[in-house]
C-alpha cells in the first residue's frame, strides 16, 4: 500500500489538496483518508496529475537521435537510416528502448505505443523499466504479394511472442505508401481476429495524399473505409492532411488520430493537424512524440506545448486551450485503450506523476494546467501500475543503463 | 581563479576536451593547462559551452504567468494585464525580475535584454543574482505631446540611475502604434547622446503594418530611416511582417532583429520571421523569450528548439540548421552588444554554462548542436563574469526567494 500525502490532485480540471491511497495496482481512495501504508510519501509542494500517453513513437530511434540532422527526407533514409537500420540487432533494440522508457517515465510518461522492428526486444525493456505500453508488430509489403506473405507470417509470430509479455498488441502496417490495399484489409481482419489494436502513419505529407488519389482514383480515408480498416481500433499517427469529409469519417468510425506536432515541424510536413475540424467533428485526438531522430526528444511536455503553440499559431490565438492538450496527453488516450486510466479516480490504475511545484520556472501557479503544458514541469515521483519507478526525478540503474547503451551505441556506429 | 577541468569545450562548432582556467572575469586559457586554482570544477562529463542569451523579454512579467490564458489578445490587456500593471510596485517588479533572473540562469541564460517599468528596481534583481543585463527604460506617448514630454523626463532620470548598476542600457520606444514619430525620432537622438542602446518592438503583427501603412503611407522601415532611427543600436523585438525592401534596409542600417519564435506562435501572429530572408540579407539575427505571459517560460534552450522547428516548417525541413538558432542565442548577440561574450575564447569573458551529457534524454550525442537545441539539456554549473553563480543545477538562496515572491504575488492579485 502507498499513502500519497497532502498533494494538490488534478481531478479533471479541478484542484483538491488532500490524499491519495493506493492499493495494489489502483488507486483506493482520494481524500482526507490515511491507512498504514508500506510507503508514505511526503507529497507536500507537489501536484499529482495522471501519467501521461505517448500515443506515436518508434522508442528504440533513440539510437539516433542528432545522427543525421537537416538533410532532405529521402537523402536521410537512403543514405543514413536505412543503411543503419539493415543492421539492427535485438540487443541494440533492446538497449535503445529502454533508454526510451526511463526517458519518457522521467519526463511524466507512463504509457506509448510504439512501432519499431523487434517489437519483443522492446517488451523486455517495458518490462524490465515498469511503464505501460502498447506494442507494434510492424510491415511494409512494397506492394509485392511475396513480401506481404512473409510479413504477415512474421507479424503474426511477433504478435504471438508478445503475448508472453505485460504488454498491449498491435498491428503496424507502416503506411499507404509503403503497403498494399491488401496488406491493410489483412491486417485490419488479423486485428479483429487477435483483437489488437492497429498503428498506422496517415495523411503525413501532401505527397502521399497526392499520389494516393492519382493511384486509387480516391481519398485516402474513403478507400480504407471500403475494406473495413476504419474502426476504434485504429490509431493514425499525424492525420495531416485530410478533408473534412474524411475527418468527419474518422469521427463516425471512432478512428483515433495522433497529433505530432513537432516532428510534424521538424520534418515540415506543410502544415498543422487540422484540429479544429477533427474537435467539431468529434474525433478523438492523442499526441505523439514520433521517434527521437524527428523531434529529438520523447517528453510529452514538450509536446503538449508544441500542440498548443502550433494550434494557436495555425488557427489563432483563441483556437485551442491548454486543457486540451492536456486531455489528448491524458483521458483522451486511457479511453482509447479501453484502460481506466489518464485520469485520477478511485478505482482507476495506479499511473500516477508528482510534479514539483516549487520551482522557479513552474511559479506563480495561477494556472496549474497552463503551467504543466508550458512551463517546463519538473517530475518528481513516477507510479505505473501501483509501482513506484521515479523517485526524485531518478530511476533506478539509470547510469548503468547509459553506460551499457553507450558502449553499445558506439560498437554500432563504429 | 577558476579552473575547469576535462570539459568537452564548445570553440565555434568543434569540440575540444580539455581544461579552462579563468582569472577575474575572463578566460585566460583553453586547452592542457591547469594551475593552482582557488577553485577546481571537475568537468569530465560536462560539456563547456557560451552563455546564452535572451535578447527580448519583460523579465517582471514572470508575475502574470499563467495570469490569463487563451483570451483574446485585446480584451486579455484591457480586462488583466493592464488593470493589473496600473497597480505595479517596485517591490513586486523587483521580485517577479529576481525569479526570472534565476531561471534564466537555472536554464544557461547568462545575458537578458529587458523592458519594462522600474528598471532599477530589475537592475537590483541583476546585481544580486550575477547575471548581465542590458535594461531599457521604456515609454509610450499614446500621439500627445505633452505624455511625450513627461516620458522624455523619465526616461532620463531612469537611464540616469540605472548608471548605479552594472547594467547596460537601453531605451525603449514600445512600438509604432503607441509612440509617435517624434517620440521615435528623439529617442534615437537620445540614445546617441547618452551612448544607450535602442530596445523596441517592429511589425509583430500584420495589423500594425497594414495600420502603419494607412495612417503614413509608407512601410515602417521605410520610415524610420527617414527619421534616423535605424543602427546598430537598435534592436528590434518581432520583426515579423517585413517586406524583403525593409529587410534590405534592416541590414545596411546594421539594425539587430529579434526572433520570438514561441511568443509569436502563442499569439499567433500570423506567420514566422522571415529568416531565409534575413540570412540573406545579412541581418544579425538574435532569439528571445518575450515575457512570461505569452511564452510560459524564460528558457533560451526551449526557444531554439522552438526557432528551429518553426523555421523548418515555415520555410523547408532544410531551410535551417540548429547551429544557426545556437548563434542566434550566442556570438550573434555577443556582437550585437559589443561584448566578447557568445565564444568561448582565449581573453574573452568568462560566461561559461556546463551541460550535463550523462543524462538519458541527451544520449546518444552524436552531434552535441541538435542536441543542446533539440534534447532538454540540463544545465549543472552556470559561471558568469568569472563567478559561479550556479551550481548542480542549484542556485544559492532559490528557496527563500520563491517564498518571498510568492508571498508578494498573493498580496498583489488579492
Known amino acids: ?18 490524499n491519495i491511497t493506493i492499493e495494489g495496482n489502483e488507486i483506493a481512495s482520494i481524500g482526507e483518508k490515511k491507512d498504514k501504508s508500506d510507503v508514505v510519501i511526503d507529497a507536500r509542494g507537489l501536484a499529482a496529475i495522471p501519467g501521461l500517453f505517448n500515443c506515436h513513437t518508434h522508442a528504440a530511434m533513440t539510437m539516433f537521435r542528432g545522427y543525421a540532422e537537416d538533410m532532405p527526407l529521402q537523402e536521410w533514409l537512403e543514405k543514413k537510416i536505412w543503411p543503419a537500420e539493415m543492421r539492427l540487432n535485438e540487443k541494440i533494440v533492446y538497449l535503445a528502448s529502454k533508454l526510451a522508457c526511463v526517458e519518457m ?11 519499431y522492428f523487434f517489437p519483443s526486444a522492446t517488451a523486455r525493456a517495458v518490462e524490465e523499466t515498469g511503464i505501460r505500453a502498447c506494442l507494434s508488430s510492424a510491415f511494409f509489403d512494397f506492394f509485392s504479394e511475396e513480401i506481404l506473405e512473409t510479413s504477415m507470417k512474421r507479424v503474426e ?8 509479455f505485460r504488454v498491449m498488441r498491435a498491428i503496424a502496417p507502416h503506411a499507404v505508401y509503403t503497403v498494399s490495399m ?67 469519417l474518422l469521427a463516425r468510425r471512432k478512428v483515433n488520430a495522433i497529433h505530432c506536432p513537432t516532428s510534424n515541424m521538424k520534418l515540415s510536413v506543410g502544415k498543422a493537424m487540422n484540429y479544429p475540424e477533427m474537435r467539431k467533428a468529434g474525433v478523438n485526438v492523442l499526441l505523439g512524440t514520433d521517434g527521437a531522430a524527428s523531434n529529438n526528444s520523447l517528453s510529452i511536455f514538450n509536446e503538449m506545448k508544441f500542440c498548443a503553440l502550433l494550434q494557436k499559431f495555425s488557427y489563432g490565438a483563441e483556437s485551442f486551450k491548454a486543457v486540451e492538450a492536456f486531455k489528448m ?13 489518464g485520469r485520477i479516480e478511485e478505482g482507476w490504475l495506479a499511473d500516477i506523476v508528482l510534479v514539483d511545484l516549487n520551482q522557479i520556472q513552474f511559479s506563480p501557479c495561477h494556472d496549474l494546467i497552463a503551467n504543466l503544458v508550458y512551463s517546463n514541469a519538473t517530475v518528481d515521483t513516477v507510479i505505473v501500475d501501483g509501482k513506484i519507478v521515479v523517485e526524485g526525478g531518478y ?3 539509470e547510469e548503468k543503463l547509459l553506460e551499457e547503451f553507450s558502449k553499445e551505441v558506439e560498437k554500432f556506429f563504429m
Open 1 to 18: 500500500m502507498i499513502l500519497i500525502q497532502g498533494a494538490k490532485i488534478l481531478l479533471g480540471e479541478k484542484i483538491v489538496e488532500g
Open 395 to 397: 530511476f533506478d540503474g
Open 157 to 164: 509470430k511477433e504478435l504471438k511472442e508478445l503475448e508472453n
Open 105 to 115: 517515465l522521467k519526463s511524466g510518461t507512463t504509457f506509448f505505443l510504439d512501432m
Open 182 to 248: 491488401e496488406g491493410l484489409r489483412r491486417s485490419a481482419e488479423m486485428a479483429g481476429r487477435e483483437d489488437v489494436f492497429i498503428h498506422f502513419h496517415l495523411a503525413e505529407t501532401e505527397k502521399e495524399v497526392v499520389e494516393f488519389r492519382k493511384k486509387y482514383g480516391k481519398d485516402i480515408v474513403k478507400a480504407l473505409d471500403e475494406i473495413g480498416f476504419l474502426s476504434s481500433r485504429l490509431f493514425c499517427a499525424h492525420s495531416v492532411w485530410l478533408e473534412r469529409e474524411e475527418i468527419e
Open 329 to 341: 496527453a491524458t483521458e483522451n488516450a486511457g479511453k482509447a485503450f479501453g484502460i481506466k486510466a
